[in-house]
Structures are given as C-alpha cells and as structure tokens.
C-alpha cells in the first residue's frame, strides 16, 4: 500500500465493539501486538466477525431465558467464564495471526515508543520544573 493512503478505523458503539475492546484491556499483550495503523483496522475488521460469530454459536448451543429488560442475551452469554474465556482465545488468536502477517512487516507502531515517552517525561519535568 502506498504511505499515504488513507485508513478508516471504525468507531464501534454496539456490544461487540465493547467486548472486544473488553478484551484487550485485560490483556495488554493483546495490544502490543496490533500496534500499527494497518494492523489495528485488521485486527478490529476481523475480531469483531470472528467474536459476532462465536456469540451466535453460544447463543445457538446455549439457552438463555427469555428476554425481560434487564440484560442483553450477550450479557447473560459472558456471565459464563467459560464462554468470556471463549472470545478472550479467539481475540488472541486474531491478533496473533495480524501480528505473524509478512504483509505488515515494518510498521511502525501508531503512537510514541517508549524512548519518546521518556525523553517526554524529562522534557515535562524539566519545562513544569519537577
């Protein structure tokens, strides 16, 4: 792809979004491999069908009760640890799989590294005089 081709990086607000997004938060590990601009929009592209499809299996092979206001049938799928685990294992392998594509070698990662955020920090104390 040429460098200055635009990149879209949809904003999701719905349940899977939020899972996924969930997810990453209780590992960070998740994060640090999908750190470049192509690689966040793979990652979310395909996390998100690969997680809407595991949420329909479990909705399919599990019951729930009949819907009475208080919690979407996702809500009442994720009390299951197992099935939270279920969805942690395939939003790791997703971004396993981004992070082992040849086609994303050598991006470099959206935002400072960790010697920038250092010699920002000297920067901020220096300037606030800390």
């Known amino acids: 792809m040429a460098e200055n081709d635009e990149l879209w990086i949809p904003l ?3 349940p899977i979004g939020s899972i ?3 997810i990453v938060d209780e590992n960070p590990e998740i994060a640090n491999l ?7 929009l793979a990652f979310r592209t395909f ?4 997680c809407g499809l595991l949420l329909g299996q479990l909705l399919f092979d599990h019951d729930v009760p009949d819907y009475d206001g208080s919690e979407s049938w996702i809500d009442t799928l994720l009390k299951n640890p197992a099935h939270h685990e279920a969805l942690a ?3 790791r392998t997703v971004a ?4 082992a594509d040849p086609k994303y070698a050598g991006e470099e990662p ?11 920090r000297v920067f901020a104390r220096e300037q606030l005089g800390r």
Do not use: C, K, N, W
């Not at 999908?34 to 966040?40: C, G, L, Q, T, Y």
């Not at 959206?110 to 920002?120: K, N, V």
């Open 47 to 50: 996390a998100y069908i690969r």
């Open 34 to 40: 999908v750190e470049s601009p192509h690689r966040i």
């Open 96 to 99: 396993q799989e981004i992070a």
């Open 12 to 14: 999701v607000d719905e």
């Open 110 to 120: 959206l935002g400072p590294d960790d010697a920038a955020r250092d010699r920002f």
């Open 89 to 91: 294992t395939e939003v």
């Open 20 to 22: 996924v997004q969930q």
